[in-house]
Each structure stands twice: as structure tokens, then as C-alpha cells.
């Protein structure tokens, strides 16, 4: 099948590379000249796992090609997928006009048939919104259909999730369109669900935000563990054993991140004050994040009282392990939090993007963790790094000032670090003092 895919970023940029490898032609439609320079020339503009070879297959069998030219773009394919942002506006609704610009742009391409699929995570009535955008700029209903398709991609895990993931869904309103995106879809084996727009759409937020709630209230009981003596890991390993419940995102630590959870929830707090709905479960999600994840920086006001001109070591910037993004990380909160209380903050991540740098100009930058160390009083472990959980805590003892480490992603084995005679603070495995 022929496809256009609009934007280029994350999610677009992963659409386009397997849709490729799976037979078909793609065209990535991108606006950052930048952008695409890079990717024609096989350079991945994103860290993930298995897309530079992707990318590069692609490129070499001529099934991709990455371009500024909509009109091409969307003259040329059957199928048109949106994957462009939809960030959060600052009261937490979804900002849906690179859609609408899209769809501004295309409306005078199409003069015959093609299924447009919103990919990007948008408001329940977004199918209906760019149906009646579509009309009313003239474009005429037979010459298109709408159908949402939400993705359901772990970032690091992104081309796994897509080839193998648990289920596709697809919203739509027409036999025409369901028929053409069920063809697109076959090869992949994967269980599909056919259903009304507005249920598609609501699918996304409801994954997000019940895997969001998952992880918030582990982090209660986590922190409660730590006051009762009771250990988090059996805890949610018994609770996974229960096949109702299901080991996953049983994980404590310092709250999620990324680009997905913080505004997915919200997006659907706000969704459901549109139509008189009060989410009460998903609002206690968000403020137990908001809560857990500057934990830390409560746990070293109770330990040092003041901590102004303390030296502090932040291990980990990105949201997670293996990737680069930042975006929405436990991490800048608490930069930011202890930059308000004064402290001298050093900071070490493998793998960040240099966005942090723009964020933070005034915090001290390492390429090696142990050189972070030197002369801090306290380390802040706030990503799942491997290299975090193989620390050397000698070396550690060494480079540090009467350490006190605040291990927020429970990487350390508790058994090291008791053994070194380090004060040591967990999500729900011990607070050795
Ligand atoms: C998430 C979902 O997992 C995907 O299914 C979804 O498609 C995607 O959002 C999206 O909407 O696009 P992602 O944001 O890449 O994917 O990250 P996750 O691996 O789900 O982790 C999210 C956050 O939760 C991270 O900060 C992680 O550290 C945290 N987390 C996860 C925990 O604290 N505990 C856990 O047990 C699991």
C-alpha cells in the first residue's frame, strides 16, 4: 500500500520505518529540513532500539522517503496517517492545532478517495473534529474517511511494541475505511478490535491513565513500606502473582515520566470535566506523582534540615532507561527544587539529549560517574540506568563525603550497600541510617 505519514517525530518516524519493513511504500512528510537531511541519509534523529537498521533497510529498498512535499506526499498514497504533537496546553488540555494546521494543509490535496488516520493521541471526538474540518474546507465526504488508530509504543521498546504488540485498535465510521486499514493491518497477527471512533479514542487515555494509577499506587504502598519495615519487591511480586492483577507495572520509585503519562492523565481529567465527568481515581494518581516525585528532595530536607551550598549528584536524567528523553523526567523537579533550596547540583546521565543543558545552564555536567561524585554529600539516583545498579560502592565511599544516597529507582542491591555501611533511602526496601 502506498502511505503518507505527517510528522516525522517519535511516533511518526517509527510508523514509517515499519510500515515499510512490513511491504509498503511510505512517505514521511516533515517540516525540519534538518530532520530530514538526516534521516534520507539513514542518520535517526531519535534513540531506539533497532531503528537505525530499519531505517537503513528502508532506505536502501527504496520503500521510504523522507520530504517537506505534502502534496506529493499525500497525492501519491492511499492512506494518510497524523502523527504530529498534541502537547498539553498549560491547563492541561490538549493542544490540538498542529492537527488542525494538518488538516488545513492537505484539505485542497484531496481530489480522490484516502483514509485519514489520526495516529497522534487526541481528545475522544477528534475523528468527528476532522471530519467536519475536512468539509468545511471543501473537501468533498466521498473523497475520505477518518479513522483513529492510537498507538500503544513503550519509547525504547517502540519497534517491538509496534510488530508485537497486545492489540490494534481502530475507530472508524465506514466499511470502506475499516476494510483498507484492516488489509494494512493483517500481516502483523496482531488482535484487532473494530470499533466506533469515540471508543477507540478513549482506549488510549484509559490504558495510560490506568497504568499511570498502577504506578501511583505502588508508590503508596512503597512509601508505607519504608515507615512499617515491610519490603515493596515481595509485596508487588505477590500482587503479580494474582493473574487479575498482573506482575507489570508494579515497579516503585520516583514517579513516571515522559511524554506520555503526565499529559495523558490530565488530558483526561480535562476530557471528562468537558462532559461533567470528575475522575477522582486519575486525579489522586497525578498528585501522588506530583508528591513521590520530588520525594527526594523531602527525604534530604528531613536528613540535613538545610541543604543550601550541600553538593548534590543527580544520577539520571532521562524519564527512564534507553532513551534519551527528558521530557516530563522525575528529574528536572527535582533539579529545579533544590535549585530553589540552594543547593550545588552535579549532574551524570549516558544518554541524555542536550535539552537538559537549555533547562538547567547553571548546573555542573559530567561524562563519567564516578567524576560526579567527587566531594557530594548526597546522590540522587533518578533513572534505572544498568550502570546505576553495577556502581562500586568503594569507589563511591571514596569520591564522596559521608555518602548518603537516595535510590530512587531501587537499583542497588540493599545487601552492598549495608554491607558498606552506607546511609541509604529506597521506594519501599529500607531506609538504612
Ligand atoms: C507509555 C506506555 O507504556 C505505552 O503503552 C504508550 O503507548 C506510551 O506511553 C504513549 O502513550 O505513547 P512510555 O512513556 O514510553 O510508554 O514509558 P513506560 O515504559 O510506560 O514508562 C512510563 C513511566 O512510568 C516511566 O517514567 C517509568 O519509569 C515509569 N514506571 C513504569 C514506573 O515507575 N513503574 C513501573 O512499574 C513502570
Not at 496517517?81 to 488538516?103: C, E, H, L, R, Y
Not at 513503550?154 to 486499514?181: N, P, Q, T
Not at 530536607?301 to 536524567?317: A, N, R
Amino acid at each position: 500500500m502506498n502511505i503518507c505519514v505527517i510528522g516525522g517525530g517519535y511516533v511518526g518516524l517509527i510508523t514509517s520505518v515499519v510500515f515499510s519493513k512490513m511491504g509498503n511504500k511510505v512517505i514521511c512528510v516533515e517540516k525540519n529540513i534538518e530532520k530530514i537531511k538526516k534521516l534520507n541519509k539513514g542518520i535517526p534523529t531519535i534513540f531506539e532500539e533497532g531503528l537505525n537498521e530499519l531505517l537503513n533497510k528502508s532506505l536502501n529498498s527504496k520503500s521510504i522517503l523522507f520530504t517537506d512535499n505534502l502534496k506529493e506526499g499525500v497525492n501519491k498514497s492511499d492512506v494518510i496517517f497524523i502523527a504530529v504533537g498534541t502537547p498539553s496546553t498549560k491547563d492541561g488540555n490538549v493542544d490540538m492545532s498542529q492537527i488542525t494546521n494538518v488538516i488545513n494543509e492537505i484539505s485542497s490535496f484531496i481530489n480522490e478517495y484516502k483514509v485519514i488516520v489520526n495516529k497522534s493521541t487526541v481528545p475522544v471526538g477528534s475523528q468527528k473534529y476532522v471530519k467536519k474540518l475536512l468539509i468545511e474546507n471543501g473537501v468533498n465526504p466521498k473523497n475520505f474517511d477518518v479513522v483513529s488508530n492510537p498507538e500503544f509504543l513503550r519509547e525504547g521498546k517502540a519497534i517491538y511494541d509496534f510488530l508485537h504488540g497486545d492489540r490494534i485498535v481502530i475507530g472508524h465510521d465506514s466499511e470502506k475505511a475499516k476494510d483498507i486499514i484492516k488489509k494494512l493491518y493483517e500481516p502483523f497477527k496482531i488482535v484487532t478490535i473494530f470499533t466506533t471512533p469515540e471508543t477507540a479514542e478513549l482506549i488510549k487515555y484509559a490504558s495510560n491513565a490506568f497504568l499511570s494509577t498502577k504506578i501511583s499506587f505502588i508508590n503508596e504502598i512503597a512509601n508505607l513500606c519504608n515507615k512499617v519495615g515491610a519490603d515493596i519487591d515481595t509485596i508487588s511480586y505477590a500482587l503479580g502473582l494474582d493473574k487479575r492483577i498482573s506482575p507489570q507495572f508494579l515497579k516503585p520509585g520516583i514517579g513516571f515520566g515522559g511524554s506520555c503519562f503526565p499529559k495523558d492523565t490530565i488530558g483526561l481529567v480535562k476530557i471528562g470535566e468537558r462532559y461533567g465527568s470528575d475522575f477522582k481515581i486519575v486525579k489522586s494518581a497525578i498528585k501522588v506523582n506530583e508528591y513521590q516525585r520530588i520525594l527526594p528532595v523531602k527525604v534530604l530536607l528531613d536528613e540535613y534540615k538545610d541543604i543550601k551550598g550541600k553538593i548534590i549528584s543527580i544520577l539520571g536524567l532521562t524519564f527512564k532507561s534507553e532513551t534519551d528523553d527528558i521530557r516530563e523526567s522525575p528529574s528536572l523537579y527535582i533539579i529545579e527544587e533544590l535549585l530553589k533550596k540552594g543547593a550545588v547540583i552535579k549532574a551524570y546521565d549516558p544518554m541524555a539529549s542536550n535539552e537538559i543543558k537549555k533547562l538547567f545552564p547553571d548546573i555542573q555536567y559530567f561524562d563519567n560517574l564516578y567524576d560526579t561524585l567527587l566531594d557530594s554529600s548526597s546522590m540522587i539516583i533518578c533513572t534505572d540506568w544498568k550502570e546505576f545498579s553495577n556502581i562500586d560502592l568503594e569507589v563511591v565511599k571514596k569520591k564522596m563525603k559521608n555518602p548518603f544516597i537516595i535510590d530512587g529507582r531501587n537499583v542497588l542491591d540493599i545487601k552492598k550497600v549495608e554491607k558498606n555501611n552506607i546511609n541509604y533511602y529506597s521506594i519501599g526496601k529500607g531506609y538504612i541510617k
